[in-house]
T-cell receptor
Framework: GENVEQHPSTLSVQEGDSAVIKCTYS??????FPWYKQELGKGPQLIIDIRSNVGEKKDQRIAVTLNKTAKHFSLHITETQPEDSAVYFCAASQNFGNEKLTFGTGTRLTIIP | NAGVTQTPKFQVLKTGQSMTLQCAQD?????MYWYRQDPGMGLRLIYYSASEGTTDKGEVPNGYNVSRLNKREFSLRLESAAPSQTSVYFC???????????FGPGTRLTVL
């Protein structure tokens, strides 16, 4: 089955700086890669996703890049703000028929004011 | 939480007790999921249901049963709770054209 590894497990950045979280996956058939943000005491919330026919996707301060050859994808947050502090999870799945998302173990991001 | 409700929010059980966690959606989606979240282990799929009346095992199904009696509700049952089942449980639905899953607020379960 799919295996997703996520690094780092914790990350602290100064407010205004950029943060990068990286994930690798094992199954070359995976073609859908979402990122979730989880605030304390709440359920994970989808913040951005990318499919394997695209190399990069941006949404305001958030971007995701995908390298299919190397089987890794990354989340980039620019101009970080205190409200970006949370736990972030990456995930991978095969679209069209496979119902299962495999999650990374999470990154706790702390923005230092 | 994308129209996904979970009850209860918190629960404390003694070893051997049983309980059912409830999940309901108000968006008429086919696919529903149960995950557990443990520190340092991310989210692990327990069971999922691709449509009303069907269920399939996920990564960690042992000790759990599920029921999808109608399209709106998907319940998770612990027949004989064990301390290893202390966790936060999340229900999710799949919405949209791809594997986009949306999560409920969670149930925090402690088994003593």
């Amino acid at each position: 089955g799919e295996n997703v590894e996520q690094h780092p497990s914790t990350l602290s950045v100064q407010e205004g700086d950029s943060a990068v979280i990286k994930c690798t996956y094992s199954d070359s058939a995976s073609n859908y890669f979402p990122w979730y943000k989880q605030e304390l005491g709440k359920g994970p919330q989808l913040i951005i996703d990318i499919r394997s026919n695209v190399g990069e996707k941006k949404d305001q301060r958030i971007a995701v890049t995908l390298n299919k050859t190397a089987k890794h994808f990354s989340l980039h947050i620019t101009e970080t703000q205190p409200e970006d502090s949370a736990v972030y999870f990456c995930a991978a799945s095969q679209n069209f028929g496979n119902e299962k998302l495999t999650f990374g173990t999470g990154t706790r991001l702390t923005i230092i004011p | 939480n994308a129209g996904v409700t979970q009850t209860p929010k918190f629960q404390v059980l003694k070893t051997g007790q049983s309980m059912t966690l409830q999940c309901a959606q108000d968006m008429n989606h086919n696919s529903m999921y149960w995950y557990r979240q443990d520190p340092g282990m991310g989210l692990r799929l327990i069971y999922y249901s691709a449509s009303e009346g069907t269920t399939d095992k996920g990564e960690v199904p042992n000790g759990y049963n599920v029921s999808r009696l109608n399209k709106r509700e998907f319940s998770l049952r612990l027949e004989s709770a064990a301390p290893s089942q202390t966790s936060v449980y999340f229900c999710a639905i799949k919405a949209g054209a791809a594997d986009t899953q949306y999560f409920g607020p969670g149930t925090r379960l402690t088994v003593l």
